[in-house]
């Protein structure tokens, strides 16, 4: 969220750059910060070469357009996890009576030993009624080292999310130490959907679509760049007044909120 270009200290120390203006820079500060009150600096420049490679066809704004935050993590954590769902049968003849749920799980040991750790998940539907209990895994991860675990789970007639109905499940993922702590828990809400291209078609749960988009950059007429999570609301429920069921976003990545809503 820094146009174009930016250098970060924290309490003096030089931490890094980044210059992808739309892409999150996340820096692990641990080695730089301490109790007490701490400074974070940002050196912003207007240009650079990256500015060459950015040149959309959008207002040319420079700053700081989105929020910038610090957080703390356990020593041992999840550093990522990737959600599949998938259904039997092949292409154009799926299955949609039974979704395959598989959760890939990076766990990750800051310490200097090694780790035991077990990773633990359940489906919840919105009403907070569990769906299913997904297959627990209990391993080893070295020290500063990164481990892929994978815990699955079958749903019966799931029901499915499509733009019409938009159907969700809350996936809580638990990751506990030795000594059988939780020491993380992770909210995601996730659902079940299948997009194929068979024969020329674009299928959602085996449901021909045709997509009707719209480009759209991030832009306000007061604040430029900024825009508020009110106002990409505000943006997207005047699209699908207009029946827009797909939005290209204009060469970047935007912000966590607007892929939520």
């Known amino acids: 969220g820094v146009d174009s270009f930016f250098y970060l200290f924290v309490n003096g120390h030089k931490v890094g750059f980044s210059k992808d203006s739309r892409t999150a820079a996340v820096f692990d500060i641990t080695p730089y910060v301490h109790p007490g009150k701490n400074v974070v600096a940002a050196e912003v420049y207007r240009y650079s070469d990256g500015s060459y490679l950015e040149c959309q066809d959008m207002w040319r704004l420079s700053g700081i357009f989105r929020d910038v935050f610090m957080y703390s993590t356990p020593q041992v954590l999840v550093r990522d996890f990737f959600v599949h769902t998938d259904f039997d049968g092949e292409p154009g003849k799926k299955n949609y009576s039974t979704g395959k749920l598989r959760v890939e799980v990076d766990v990750n040991n800051r310490t200097e030993a090694e780790s035991a750790y077990t990773l633990e998940a359940e489906l919840l539907d919105m009403a907070g009624n569990k769906v299913a209990d997904l297959s627990p895994a209990t391993g080893k991860v070295a020290a500063g080292a990164n481990v892929r675990t994978t815990?699955?789970?079958?749903?019966?007639?799931?029901?499915?999310?499509?733009?019409?109905?938009?159907?969700?499940?809350?996936?809580?993922?638990?990751?506990?130490?030795?000594?059988?702590?939780?020491?993380?828990?992770?909210?995601?809400?996730?659902?079940?959907?299948?997009?194929?291209?068979?024969?020329?078609?674009?299928?959602?749960?085996?449901?021909?679509?045709?997509?009707?988009?719209?480009?759209?950059?991030?832009?306000?007429?007061?604040?430029?760049?900024?825009?508020?999570?009110?106002?990409?609301?505000?943006?997207?429920?005047?699209?699908?007044?207009?029946?827009?069921?797909?939005?290209?976003?204009?060469?970047?990545?935007?912000?966590?909120?607007?892929?939520?809503?």
């Open 151 to 261: 815990v699955n789970a079958v749903v019966q007639n799931p029901a499915l999310w499509s733009a019409e109905k938009p159907n969700l499940y809350r996936l809580m993922i638990y990751l506990k130490d030795a000594e059988g702590k939780v020491t993380e828990t992770i909210s995601r809400k996730i659902g079940f959907r299948d997009v194929q291209l068979v024969d020329g078609r674009f299928l959602v749960n085996g449901q021909p679509v045709k997509l009707k988009g719209v480009n759209r950059h991030e832009s306000q007429h007061a604040n430029g760049h900024t825009v508020t999570e009110a106002e990409c609301l505000q943006e997207l429920l005047i699209m699908k007044r207009g029946n827009i069921n797909h939005i290209r976003n204009s060469h970047y990545p935007q912000p966590a909120f607007f892929y939520e809503m």
